[in-house]
C-alpha cells in the first residue's frame, strides 16, 4: 500500500502565508508527477499545482506568483508555499502523487485524506 499524509493546514489571516507538507510512505519503487488540488465547499476539486520528479512546475493561474511547489525526491515529500492567502483560497488541499510499486507496474494515482486551510479576512 501506499499512504499520502499532509499537514501543516490551519488558520491563517489574508496576506499571511502557511506552508502544506505531504510525505509519501508504504511500498514505492519510484514517484513520477506530485501534485497539490483543493476543494472549497460547495465547488469541485481543482488543480492547484504539480511538479515532475525532474523539477518541472505548472500553476493554475490563481496561484501564480503566490504558490510554490517544491519536492524532496529523496523524502518522497513534496510542499506548497503558500503566500499571500486569500479568503478564496480557503479549502481542503489534497496530495496527489503518481506511484510505481514496482519496476514492472504502472504508474498509479494516489491521494491524501486533506488538509484544511481557512483563510479569514
Known amino acids: 500500500q501506499v499512504q499520502l499524509v499532509e499537514s501543516g493546514g490551519g488558520l491563517v489571516q489574508a496576506g499571511g502565508s502557511l506552508r502544506l507538507s505531504c510525505a509519501a510512505s508504504?511500498?514505492?519503487?519510484?514517484?513520477?508527477?506530485m501534485g497539490w488540488s483543493r476543494q472549497a465547499p460547495g465547488k469541485e476539486r481543482e488543480l492547484v499545482a504539480t511538479i515532475t520528479n525532474g523539477g518541472y512546475t505548472n500553476y493554475q493561474d490563481s496561484v501564480k506568483g503566490r504558490f510554490t511547489i517544491s519536492r524532496d525526491n529523496a523524502k518522497n515529500t513534496v510542499y506548497l508555499q503558500m503566500n499571500s492567502l486569500k479568503p478564496e483560497d480557503t479549502a481542503v488541499y489534497l496530495c496527489?502523487?503518481?506511484?510505481?510499486?514496482?519496476?514492472?507496474?504502472?504508474?498509479?494515482?494516489?491521494w491524501g485524506k486533506g488538509a484544511l486551510v481557512t483563510v479569514s479576512s
Open positions: 508504504g511500498s514505492i519503487f519510484s514517484i513520477n508527477v
Open positions: 496527489y502523487a503518481e506511484v510505481k510499486r514496482s519496476f514492472s507496474s504502472p504508474y498509479m494515482p494516489y
